[in-house]
Every structure is written in C-alpha cells, then in structure tokens.
C-alpha cells in the first residue's frame, strides 16, 4: 500500500484540527456519521475520503458555504496519483515533498544534489552503493531522477539553492562539473561551492534539505537522509535551526559568480 502524500496528510490534518476544533472525539465523529474509529483514523492520517464522506465531515464541524472551497480544493491535490507510481515506487518519501515544492535549499557534503546530476554520474553513485542493484533498478532509479529534474525548467520551474562541498566536487569527472556551470545559468537556479579553507562549520554534521510549500500558512519541510533511512521534520524551533545553518553556510560559500569561476578551473584540470 503507498504511503500517504504530502497532499494527503496535510487534508487529514486539517480535518483533525476541525474536529478538534469542534469539540469532537474520533468516537462521537465516528457515531454521528455511522463511520468506525479506525476508519476516521485512517483519514485523519492521510486516507483520502470520497467526496460525499468529506463534505459530511466538514458539515458535522460546522464548515459551511464559501468556507468549503479550501477543504475541496485541499481534497482535490490529495486524490491525484503522484507521477512516481508510474515507476513502481509506492514509499515516495522525499518525492512527493519536492514534487509539491516551489523552493528546494539544499546543502550536500559528499555528492553532487541528485538534481545536478548527470546520467553517467548517476551510475557511478550507484555502483559505489553495498546495496546488490539489479540492472533493471538502477535503470528506473535514473529515469526517476531524470524525472525530477524537470522541475528545474518549464512555465513554473523549482527555486532551487544548492551548496555543494568542495569534497564532492573533487570526485566528480569533467562531464558532471560543465553539466553544474550550465545549470548553474538558469536564471531559477544557484549553485555554491564551499571550500575546505572556510573551516569547521554546522554543515559537518551532515547533508540536509530545507522545502518551502505553496499551501496556505507556507509550510516548510526539513528533510534528512542517511545510511538507514531518512526523516522529516516540521517543527518551527528546528525548522529556525536549520534555515540558520543554510544562511551561515551560504555566506561561508563562494558566490554563485565564484563558484562557477571555480568549478570552470577545476574543470579545465581533468
């Protein structure tokens, strides 16, 4: 069964709040429409519910008239299918997330931001992972990848921010650098190069993503990846924390002038 989107859990939050708002528990919400506990759970956890069960919901917690159109509109982004089920991947995680995003913040250590990455790039990653892929994974993985980076052009392209460490620019062959200096031109993208010479910095505890989305109260995301898994955390405190982190590490960094000045010179090196 695929996880629940972005989209969907924001719906189910939003009706929790109503209801709570409302003075309702999951048990009488459940009585008053004839549903089961489990079944308001579900929804409230990011099951989408058929138009009807909706608007009973609003309804029963008083939202009437005008005050629908956000909940329906809400519903609507909910029930479509994301793009990535078209290539079998049902735990989504990051993609719903940046699928939505109007802006992407990310700083990376040891490799270049997988929407910077070139195709033979991509495979090299791949092959250096203890992980056994098959062929036909790593095949879907880099059309997944591909597929992403659409978002960095079209009518409505990505804001994206990317600060690479000087590291993983090192392993990166001469295709990968002049593939970063051209996407480093889109007037929507800025790409920086921390150097080593800056010093000890919060960057060195590890990688992160910052996600701004277009919804209403301008949602943020910070998503963490890691050997074992990943993460995503929404609270504001930690949220501060790290928007600190990416200001002080971007003006650590190069400019987006000097980075590709840099980048173009180690270039000319392979």
Do not use: C
């Not at 489990?38 to 939202?63: F, T």
């Not at 790039?121 to 879907?140: H, L």
């Not at 659409?150 to 090192?170: C, M, S």
């Amino acid at each position: 069964m695929a996880e629940p989107t972005f989209r969907q859990q924001r719906l189910g939050e939003a009706l929790r709040l109503l209801r709570e708002r409302a003075g309702m528990s999951q048990q009488q919400v459940a009585e008053r429409l004839l549903y089961n506990v489990p079944k308001i759970s579900r929804i409230e956890n990011g099951q989408v519910p058929d138009i009807h069960a909706l608007r009973a919901m609003l309804d029963l917690y008083g939202v009437i008239g005008d005050e629908e159109a956000p909940y329906i509109e809400m519903w609507e982004l909910a029930k479509e299918k994301g793009w990535w089920r078209a290539y079998g991947i049902l735990k989504q995680g990051y993609l719903s997330l940046e699928h939505d995003a109007s802006r992407v913040r990310e700083f990376q250590l040891g490799f270049i931001p997988g929407q910077l990455q070139t195709v033979r790039y991509m495979r090299e990653v791949f092959a250096g992972t203890t992980s056994q892929r098959s062929k036909k994974w790593t095949e879907n993985d880099i059309a997944v990848r591909q597929r992403r980076q659409q978002r960095l052009v079209g009518d409505k392209p990505l804001q994206y921010h990317a600060i690479i460490a000087e590291p993983a620019l090192r392993n990166a062959d001469r295709e990968q650098l002049l593939h970063l200096i051209r996407t480093g031109h889109l007037p929507n993208v800025k790409i920086q190069v921390l150097l080593e010479s800056a010093g000890l910095h919060d960057g060195q505890f590890g990688p992160f993503i910052l996600l701004d989305l277009p919804f209403a109260g301008d949602p943020q995301v910070l998503y963490i990846e890691h050997m074992a898994g990943s993460i995503h955390i929404e609270d504001p405190e930690r949220l501060k924390t790290a928007n600190l982190v990416f200001k002080h590490l971007s003006k650590l960094a190069l400019t987006p002038e000097q980075s590709v000045a840099w980048i173009e010179r180690l270039a000319a090196e392979r």
